[in-house]
């Protein structure tokens, strides 16, 4: 039987009256990263701090690591880790002397041996003694996640961690969440990068707070039922112009030299290339992605 850290079923929340969230539910099992994707403003933030119980939902019910999140919300966020969008350390004190002074917020035992421990685990003891406002985005975001790790959480909540991060780092980060998540820790992330989404075990994509699409990535894409070719050749962009005004075109985008045409009907759309594009075109049918297969589900939420 799956052990699942998070179970919520028909979450809402309102801000005065936006109703931001609505009928939410999903299921996340120990030691799965699951992706949370979609628009800002879509609510995934707040359905994020619902579930770890740093805000009260209007409506619904759940559990979080076998724990009410309407009646012991306290005893929750004892067992997680949060790491919000912005960095939030303190500029002025080192790496260490950051580390230290939350452990003293946790309360937690043993805390010299637990920041070393954290340091370590991380790759941040050569630079433990550099100050917080000096680190670059990928030092400042392996300390903030050393930060959420020091009092040994079940289950972590990620907010966009990896924004304005260079690539390196990012590879980087997301080794240690895959190692973690060996490790049995379960990880919740929101993300707007698309390779990110395609690293994660299962992803969820909202939009004006409603979960369009959950599960895995083959599941999503399959579930759209699209087909997309790459077209190579010259003066792609008008050849793009051209196709987008036939209905049978769900979306279209160019990447590099190539031009990638998608829609629902296979024949229709083939034979419709077939009557539009010259043989000097290189026509290809290829899977569609998972980008192609989100902002096909936008479209259709939107009409």
């Known amino acids: 039987m799956t052990q699942f850290c998070i179970d919520v079923k028909n979450l809402n929340k309102y801000?005065?009256?936006?109703?931001?969230?609505?009928?939410?539910?999903?299921?996340?099992?120990?030691?799965?990263?699951?992706?949370?994707?979609?628009?800002?403003?879509?609510?995934?933030?707040?359905?994020?701090?619902?579930?770890?119980?740093l805000i009260t939902p209007d409506s619904g019910h759940g559990e979080?690591?076998?724990?009410?999140?309407?009646?012991?919300?306290?005893?929750?966020?004892?067992?997680?880790g949060y790491m919000t969008q912005h960095f939030s350390m303190w500029g002025n004190l080192s790496i260490r002397e950051n580390l230290l002074f939350i452990a003293r917020l946790h309360n937690l035992a043993q805390r010299q041996h637990r920041v070393?421990?954290?340091?370590?685990?991380?790759?941040?003891?050569s630079r433990q003694?550099?100050?917080?406002?000096?680190?670059?985005?990928g030092w400042k975001q392996r300390m903030a996640l050393a930060a959420c790790l020091l009092h040994q959480p079940d289950l972590l909540f990620l907010d966009e961690p990896t924004a304005g991060v260079d690539p390196k780092a990012r590879r980087e980060?997301?080794?240690?969440?895959?190692?973690?998540?060996?490790?049995g820790i379960s990880i919740m992330v929101s993300t707007h990068y698309m390779d990110e989404a395609e690293r994660c075990h299962k992803?969820?994509?909202?939009?004006?707070?409603?979960?369009?699409?959950?599960?895995?990535?083959?599941?999503?894409?399959?579930?759209?039922?699209?087909?997309?070719?790459?077209?190579?050749?010259?003066?792609?962009?008008?050849?793009?112009?051209?196709?987008?005004?036939?209905?049978?075109?769900?979306q279209t985008v160019i990447f590099g030299n190539a031009l990638y045409v998608t829609a629902q009907d296979e024949k229709q759309l083939l034979t419709t290339l077939s009557q539009v594009i010259s043989d000097e075109?290189?026509?290809?049918?290829?899977?569609?992605?998972?980008?192609?297969?989100?902002?096909w589900l936008m479209k259709k939420h939107d009409d």
């Open 116 to 125: 070393e421990q954290t340091l370590a685990g991380l790759g941040l003891s």
């Open 129 to 137: 003694h550099q100050l917080a406002r000096e680190l670059s985005g």
């Open 64 to 80: 979080c690591l076998g724990m009410d999140i309407f009646t012991q919300r306290e005893n929750i966020k004892k067992r997680i």
């Open 15 to 53: 801000f005065a009256n936006n109703h931001v969230v609505k009928d939410f539910s999903i299921q996340v099992a120990k030691g799965e990263i699951y992706g949370f994707l979609g628009p800002n403003g879509s609510g995934k933030t707040t359905s994020i701090r619902m579930m770890c119980g």
């Open 281 to 295: 075109y290189e026509r290809v049918k290829v899977a569609t992605n998972l980008e192609d297969a989100f902002t």
């Open 173 to 183: 980060f997301w080794q240690t969440l895959h190692r973690l998540s060996d490790e």
């Open 203 to 250: 992803v969820a994509y909202l939009s004006n707070g409603q979960l369009l699409a959950n599960g895995t990535i083959e599941s999503i894409i399959q579930a759209q039922h699209l087909t997309t070719v790459r077209i190579r050749g010259r003066e792609l962009s008008v050849l793009e112009s051209r196709l987008q005004h036939f209905p049978v075109v769900e």
